[in-house]
């Protein structure tokens, strides 16, 4: 099993991926839900260009969408100089940017997911708890979120794997830096590129494959115990 | 308590245009599906925003259009009893009852969970999930929730029209409980004659989105030209009783109402109780002389009150038996062989085993709760 040991380098790419992953999954949740609400719920103008936006990365080429990051959020790009000059917040060549390009690549799985859970709710659950006196965002903290539960873990899950497995626009937009950029996908690409690096392929590639499953597995069990609570007859 | 409505409100191309005020007790609202009274109801508890008009509680008004007024649901307090039930299946039976109790400012707070649970007869669910209850089960636990909310009306939307015979008579006793018990004023959403005449004080009859009728259960009941709407078959009088003393040898018990005795099949009553009798337009007959030899056992005198004649076979006759009204469904042919007129003086004949259970209920509060005002002036 000598060979399964992973080198230092290689440990460095994994934990990159977990953190961005779980980085970006956790970033976009809020954000996920409340436009799932805003979809699903809202009647405003703008709202099928807002829902054309919010999928536009499962459609475009991820070479594109990383473009386009590169182009909005880059050092010299309207929104990254904004947040480089007034929070310090910069995102080309580091591993926040590898995050954000994740998040945005995810994004669409996440809301796709909470969307159908919150237009699955019996909305007549939420009038009776507001005839006992719950205003509006208590409806939804204790009526709408646990019933859409299900549907939230859901799309994390799907967000998180599918931030795992990023490759095109995280590239284009940080590029492929170990210890800062270099994801687990960009280390496999850099392995099949070199001679003799077949082997660490190998490897990451079967780390790949654990952690997916792992996540699988997470996100069955979870959504059988948040089944089991809603119980219909 | 007063509850003032006067509203307008358009659904696709129905109109809803009711205006009507009632007093204490337990008001029905009454009518054939999509007559509009889910609508009134849910007007009141604020799911609907009336497109004009106003609604007001003890003259306090919770929407008036004219000033731009609404209040939200959750801060009228009113609690709502859906046909559904409506539980939350992600919450236990206990924190279903508990929800609208933590939302009630402490001060403000009357009932407390073990009240609710002695009234309804639910203790032994409260660790269970709303998903496992049964139907009748699931609505005394939404009576509770809504009750433990401690609201200042109570709106129940045909709680029962989900319900089986066997579940509706396992749940109106403790509707019953609740009228008697809690002084929360009830507002009974209903498209069954049985269950108005059994609960209520007034009744609001509606038709198409209006109001055809107003008023206490007797005169609205007592209407023959609001047949068609009280229903056909249904037709029957409403006639308050007490009773007087129980026969064992035949076991039969006799009641006594301002028109005469009335002797019905043994009843789990005590002497003095008053009950409220339905008796229904198609079990009674006329004789114009007092019959010696006959089997009906409620033989009361009257005279002729009304008469209304239809397009068909069918007369429908209002008498005054010393007070009482008693309604009488004949065919025109009997009507003109008897000669019956206006002040025609008859005997109105009703069999004993046509005045089952389900023709009684306790009386309304009406009765109670006027007698209880007098003990305390």
Redesign the interface.
């Known amino acids: 099993m000598e060979w399964m040991a992973l080198s230092p380098e290689e440990w460095t790419a994994v934990r990159l991926s977990l953190r961005v992953a779980v980085v970006a999954t956790l970033f976009s949740l809020p954000f996920g839900i409340a436009i799932a609400m805003a979809l699903a719920r809202g009647r405003f103008w703008g709202q099928s260009l807002l829902n054309g936006l919010v999928l536009m990365p499962l459609i475009l080429p991820p070479v594109v969408t990383g473009y386009l990051l590169l182009i909005v959020f880059g050092r010299k790009g309207p929104v990254g100089s904004f947040l480089a000059d007034h929070f310090g917040i910069v995102f080309s060549f580091r591993w926040t940017g590898a995050a954000l390009a994740c998040g945005v690549m995810a994004f669409p799985l996440l809301v796709r997911a909470i969307r159908l859970s919150i237009e699955a709710v019996?909305t007549?659950?939420e009038?009776?708890?507001?005839?006992?006196?719950?205003?509006r965002a208590?409806v939804f903290l204790?009526?709408t979120l646990?019933?859409i539960a299900p549907g939230i873990i859901a799309g994390m899950i799907l967000c998180f794997a599918k931030a795992m497995g990023e490759f095109g626009a995280t590239i284009t937009f940080v590029s492929n830096i170990p210890g800062e950029t270099q994801t687990l996908p960009s280390a496999i690409y850099t392995f099949t590129q070199v001679p003799g690096g077949d082997a660490g392929a190998l490897r990451l590639t079967i780390v790949s494959v654990i952690i997916s499953m792992l996540a699988l597995l997470a996100s069955e069990l979870m959504a059988r115990s948040a089944n089991r609570?809603?119980?219909?007859? | 308590m007063t509850l003032a409505i006067d509203i307008r409100h358009r659904l696709g191309s129905f109109l809803l245009d009711a205006r009507f005020e009632t007093g204490s007790g337990l008001v029905a609202l009454f009518g054939r599906s999509g007559s509009g009274k889910s609508s009134i109801v849910n007007v009141i508890?604020?799911?609907i925003r009336p497109d004009e008009g106003s609604v007001a509680i003890n003259g306090v008004p919770l929407v008036d259009t004219a000033r731009g007024l609404f209040v939200?649901?959750?801060?009228?307090?009113?609690?709502?009893v859906?046909q559904?039930g409506?539980l939350?299946?992600?919450l236990t039976v206990r924190q279903n009852l508990l929800?609208?109790h933590w939302?009630?400012p402490p001060a403000q707070r009357r009932d407390g969970l073990e009240r609710a649970l002695d009234l309804l007869g639910i203790e032994a669910l409260l660790e269970r999930?709303p998903?496992?209850l049964s139907g009748g089960e699931k609505q005394r636990v939404a009576i509770g929730?809504?009750l433990l909310?401690n609201p200042r009306l109570l709106l129940m939307d045909e709680p029962l029209a989900a319900l089986d015979e066997a579940r509706k008579a396992e749940i109106l006793p403790y509707i019953e409980r609740l009228q008697e018990e809690s002084r929360v004023p009830i507002v009974y959403v209903s498209h069954s004659m049985a269950e108005v005449v059994r609960l209520a004080a007034n009744v609001v009859l509606l038709s198409d989105g209006k109001v055809a009728a107003a008023g206490p259960i007797g005169e609205v009941m007592h209407r023959l030209d609001l047949f068609a709407l009280t229903g056909q078959g249904e037709a029957a009088a409403v006639v308050e009783a007490v009773v007087e003393r129980h026969d064992e040898r035949f076991g039969l018990t006799e009641l006594r109402s301002l028109g005469g005795v009335w002797r019905l099949p043994r009843l789990n009553a005590d002497v003095g109780a008053r009950l409220r009798l339905r008796v229904r337009a198609r079990d009674v007959m006329l004789a114009k002389s007092a019959p010696a030899d006959v089997s009906a056992l409620n033989v009361l005198p009257g005279m002729v009150a009304e008469i209304r004649t239809g397009d068909g076979p069918i007369v429908d006759i209002r008498l005054d038996c010393n007070g009482d009204a008693l309604l009488a469904r004949l065919t025109r042919y009997s009507v003109e062989r008897l000669s019956l007129a206006l002040g025609t003086p008859v005997h109105a004949l009703v069999k004993s085993v046509a005045l089952d259970r389900r023709s009684l209920s306790r009386p309304a509060q009406n009765a109670t709760g006027a007698d209880a005002e007098a003990d305390e002036a």
């Open positions: 019996d007549r659950l009038e009776a708890a507001s005839t006992l006196g719950a205003n208590w204790t009526v646990p019933l609570r809603l119980e219909v007859e | 508890a604020g799911l939200p649901p959750h801060r009228r307090r009113i609690g709502y859906f559904e409506r939350f299946p992600h929800y609208g939302f009630t999930r998903g496992r929730r809504a909310a």
